[in-house]
């Protein structure tokens, strides 16, 4: 497979967390890549370590060792600045508690990123096709208190494609939604992955995993491969 | 209690941070109150000290050269005495030390019994020779005990003690005092007749008796010339009302540190409290007892507060006490010594106390609500507002404005204080500005000319054709005695003309000199004779004979401490015949000064300059203005303070909205823009509210407080303005600044 279809590339990530006795290894030897219009799931047990795993693969946190490459450009040992230029342009964040501000309006939670100094051009029209590709443009002007989870989470969604990622990570992007907000977060999701994007959903529900090309399960600090979906070309 | 105890002292190592930055605000609130306390308890109760010390007696009269027998005869016949001392107090008299100097110098020769002065380094005077001199004139000349100091034309006299007398402002504000013993006195001068007297002392049994005595005093000094009573109270007046502005703007100060002290304090705790809402709910799930939550909110509280307030006091005695004793000196009052230590404890407990209540009360508060709702309520998010127009406000300035305007008691409350604070620093920078220009602008005093000369009248014209010259006018000034209150001294001063073309101080009641039978009162004598329009002045002049004029207006000015009068020049001549005249000289625009002042002396014309308050007084401005501004400078860091705790309580309950802002990519700069909206928030309104209050509150406050010395003009100007603007945009960058690199410093994954 050519290097360039990698849009995350990551080897012999190691993270230890907590101090004193308290202190602990949950990541020791992480391999991951992942290409372009690829969904990789990540399951795992509470307090397995997947957050941290998200945190690493999207520079918000660094590793104590081990590499990670976003869309060819490393990031382990890069500058907060250069850090900050990766995540505004390269990659996209969904949370599980939506995290959009309450002082802005869905729209103006989805026009932040775009209006961030250094983000590309195009925000506006972007936002604008996103929250109708999405269906909220009926409540784009209503503050979060005013929408219901799933509308909160597909503007969560739309903030993080609206500077046009090569990679989303998704962490428990389901977990505060009913069945139905749940299925369609993860039909999205698929449809970023067959738009090109590369996709990363880390969750400790077998039913979000499913729908994934590569299912892999974080035990012991480590990733195994638990299922793979319709690209069995990919390893982990 | 020691189980509270040591969770508390876990919970401030926990925090060190926040622990660090709430005892910051502590030391910042203790300075404040204890620079406000040192200086205003020094002063206030400076006279009273300084009168003790010394012996100040209950009058001091003054006359004409008398033989001391004649004088002690009158004075034994008075009642309810106590005891009395004589001197002989020679004016004019020229001091040397070396490469210092004075024309203007008092000898003051003492004879036996109580002195009146306190002796604060080496001994009294003695027959055995030597001088004691004031301690103004040793600390401005340098000069100690074992120096050598000439007086007249004698051989250099060795200094045996410094002495201080509260009935006097020090050198270099009023003439250098030096004391001689009559038995030394008389052996220098190789004097054989008897003894005279120009100065009495007199201590009375009962003072409340003093009215009595003063009438009879009156009475005695029948046939005395050049008589002058004047009572401690009478010297206290003076004393005070120089004091009263700085005074007072303290007190405010001390009102406003208590204020912020509150304000900030109390937002503080409840921020923080609320981000323990969880920690507290499980204490409470787990069995904790309301008291117990709250002993150990307050006991934390204690353990910041305790050594912040100690320090914080310690620092604001320390910074107060240089300009302080500077003051007190100046007044010669000593300072307050150990008597300061119970107000300054009083501040330390001030200190210590609110933050222990502004933790207490929020944790008790919180911790009656059910376990489980605290447990629900423990993740601060923004509340639910008005709605933002769509699209309107998604720039990260206004994103900023909206999270500080959030918490809207709490903005208010940062509001108010940071607009009282910042006013008040408007109000000690105009009043600074205006300090300086009464020291250096003679025109700040009314006096519209530039020069004296001590030419007779008829020498006008010729001075008037003289280039450079715009106008003159012949002016005399006499001393006189009040003839109702018994002695109160009095400058009569008369031009030829309208006086108010040469000075014109700022008319406060009434209407300016017209006619021969009117005066115009400076604000300074109408308070001390209970003055008013449609009164009646009534001077005694030198050879006795007596003036009376309606009193037409009240001026304010600080000549004299304002007792002038303004008289109709052919009243005061027919008085004073020999009245001594001057010339008041005024330039033309654009004319040079010296040019003038050489062609003065040419015609052989002695020419002064016309200076502000100055000459002397330039050392007491000095020193007020070097605490005002010390002042300010403390208030300024109080503003910094509280604007850095209010962007760091914003960005610490807005954590989740900054982490996902940065988690999106938003670097340092773009954190600073967000922040500095928050900060905008508060310092635009602030700055409005700030300059309003001073120029329609604070400034005219202050000056009518002030208006018995002179008409201040402390609304600040724009240069004032933009000055405190610049200064308030400085403490919004420098607190935006710091409050970014410790958010930038946290793990993103941290907050979210």
Known sequence: MSPDRYVLRARGLAKQVGSGRARRQVLDGVDLDVVAGEMVAVLGRSGSGKSTLLNLLGGLDRPDSGRIAVAGEEITGAGERALDRVRLRRIGFVFQSFQLIEELTGEENVLLAARLPGAPSGGRRRAAALIDRLGVAGVAAHRPHELSGGEQQRFAIARALVNDPALVLADEATGNLDDASAAMVIATLGELADEGRAVVLVTHEAGSAAAADRVLHLVDGRLQVAAEGVRPDLGP | ?752
């Open chain 2, 1 to 752: 209690m020691s189980g509270a105890l040591r969770e508390a002292w876990a919970n401030v190592r926990a925090r060190r941070g926040r622990s660090l930055l709430g005892g910051l605000g502590i030391v910042l609130v203790a300075t404040m109150l204890a620079v406000a306390t040192t200086v205003s308890y020094g002063l206030l109760t400076g006279f009273d000290r300084g009168a003790a010390e010394a012996d100040l007696p209950d009058v001091l009269v003054s006359f004409d050269s008398q033989p001391a027998s004649a004088v002690r005869e009158r004075l034994a016949s008075l009642p309810d005495l106590e005891a009395f001392s004589l001197r002989e107090q020679l004016t004019s008299v020229p001091v040397r030390a070396g490469r210092e100097s004075a024309d203007n110098g008092v000898v003051e020769v003492v004879g036996p019994g109580r002195r009146g002065y306190a002796i604060v380094a080496g001994h009294d005077v003695s027959r055995r020779g030597g001088v004691v001199i004031e301690q103004g004139l040793a600390t401005d000349w340098g000069l100690g005990v074992g120096d050598r100091i000439r007086v007249y034309d004698s051989p250099p006299l060795p200094i045996v003690g410094l002495a201080r007398a509260p009935d006097n402002v020090a050198y270099p504000l009023a003439a250098p005092h030096v004391y001689v013993s009559l038995a030394a006195y008389r052996a220098a001068t190789r004097q054989r007749s008897a003894r005279h007297v120009n100065l009495a002392q007199i201590w009375l049994k009962d003072p409340s008796q003093l009215d009595a005595v003063l009438v009879q005093a009156r009475m005695n000094s029948y046939g005395l010339t050049g008589l002058s009573l004047i009572t401690r109270s009478g010297v206290r007046v003076l004393i005070d009302q120089a004091a009263g502005i700085v005074i007072a703007l303290l007190g405010a100060l001390s009102l406003i540190a208590l204020l912020t002290a509150a304000t900030m304090l109390t937002a503080a705790a409840r921020a923080e409290i609320q981000r323990r809402l969880h920690a507290i709910g499980i204490w409470r799930a787990i069995g904790a007892s309301r008291g117990h939550v709250t002993r150990v909110a307050a006991l934390e509280a204690l353990l910041v507060a305790i050594p912040a307030a100690a320090i914080g006091v310690g620092i604001g005695a320390l910074l107060a006490a240089g300009p302080s004793d500077r003051l007190l000196g100046l007044l010669n009052q000593p300072g307050p010594g150990s008597g300061l230590v119970a107000p300054l404890i009083g501040c330390f407990a001030l200190t210590v106390l609110i933050p222990a209540l502004a933790g207490a009360w929020p944790a008790w508060r919180a911790a009656g609500g059910p376990p489980l709702t605290l447990l629900r309520g423990a993740e601060m998010r923004g509340a639910p507002g008005r709605r933002g127009a769509a699209n309107g406000g998604g720039g990260l300035l206004r994103l900023g404005v909206r999270l500080a305007t959030t918490r809207r008691v709490r903005l208010l409350a940062t509001l108010a204080s940071l607009a009282i604070c910042t006013s008040f620093i408007l109000l000690m920078v105009a009043l600074a500005a205006e300090l300086n220009t009464l020291a250096n602008d003679p025109s700040s005093l009314g006096r519209r000319y530039q020069l004296s000369a001590s030419l007779p009248a008829s020498a006008a014209p010729r001075v008037e054709a003289l280039p450079g010259v715009s106008a003159v006018g012949p002016r005399w000034e006499v001393s006189a005695v009040d003839a109702y209150s018994l002695g109160e001294i009095t400058y009569l001063i008369a031009f030829r003309g309208d006086h108010t073309q040469f000075e014109d101080p700022p008319l406060v009641e009434g209407s300016h000199l017209h006619g021969d039978h009117d005066a115009e009162v400076g604000r300074g004598l109408a308070q001390l004779l209970g003055l008013r329009v449609g009164s009646t002045l009534a001077v005694a002049l030198a050879d006795g004979h007596e003036l009376r004029l309606r009193v037409g207006g009240i001026v304010s000015s600080l000549e004299h401490d304002g007792r002038i009068a303004y008289v109709p020049e052919r009243a005061l001549l027919r008085g004073e015949p020999d009245a001594p005249e001057k010339l008041a000289v005024i330039v033309s625009p654009g004319a040079s000064t010296k040019t003038v002042t050489a062609e003065l002396e040419r015609i052989g014309a002695q020419v002064t300059t016309s200076t502000g308050v100055a000459g002397g007084g330039k050392t007491l401005v000095d020193a007020l203005r070097g605490l005002l501004l010390t002042i300010a400078a403390v208030d300024g860091l109080v503003c910094l303070y509280m604007l850095t705790q209010a962007l760091a309580l914003t960005a610490g309950e807005r954590r989740s909205a900054i982490a996902v802002l940065r988690a999106c990519g938003a670097g340092a700069r773009s954190i600073r823009v967000l922040l500095a909206g928050a900060a905008l928030a508060v310092l635009v309104p602030a700055a409005v509210i700030a300059v309003a209050l001073e120029r329609f509150v604070l400034g005219p406050a202050v000056s009518r407080l002030a208006q018995g010395y002179a008409s201040l003009s402390l609304a600040a100007d724009a240069a004032e303005i933009a000055a405190l603007l610049a200064g308030l945009a400085v403490i919004g960058a420098l607190a935006v600044w710091w409050v970014v690199r410790r958010v930038t410093a946290r793990p993103i994954a941290g907050g979210l």
